[in-house]
């Protein structure tokens, strides 16, 4: 199995930039179909990002579309999801999750979790 940490999360401002990472371990992390999803309190976890174990295939959900971009580098076991123009609405604990087969955005069909870092954006 796969053991998944995220970093990068912050307070930022309404129009500012971060990075989020995910390192993974345990197996190589090209075996994995990862995304992003992200929770507010009192919500549901909802996707935001999807990519490919090879890194061709991506989607996003429509909320970030344009705004945010994911990518992984396999060599070194990482997934990123670099977020610009940031709102408020933005604000939530971003998780990265990990499937060997799925590819869809149910967070329920993605295996392996990490703990979540958070990100809050003040207006």
């Known amino acids: 199995q796969v053991q998944l940490v995220e970093s990068g999360g912050g307070l930022v401002q309404t129009g500012d930039s971060l990075r989020l990472s995910c390192a993974a371990s345990?197996?190589?992390?090209?075996?994995?179909?990862m995304g992003w999803f992200r929770q507010a309190p009192g919500k549901e976890r909802e996707f935001v990002a999807f990519?490919?174990?090879?890194?061709?295939?991506?989607y996003y959900a429509d909320s970030v579309k344009g705004r945010f971009t994911i990518s992984r580098d396999n060599a070194k076991n990482t997934v990123s999801l670099q977020m610009n123009s940031l709102k408020p609405e933005d604000t939530a604990v971003y998780y990265c999750?990990?499937?060997?087969?799925?590819?869809?955005?149910?967070?329920?069909?993605?295996?392996?979790w990490g703990q979540g870092t958070q990100v809050t954006v003040s207006s």
């Open positions: 999750a990990a499937s060997t087969y799925y590819s869809g955005s149910s967070y329920s069909r993605y295996d392996y």
């Open positions: 345990g197996r190589p992390s090209s075996l994995y179909n």
């Open positions: 990519i490919s174990g090879s890194g061709a295939g991506t």
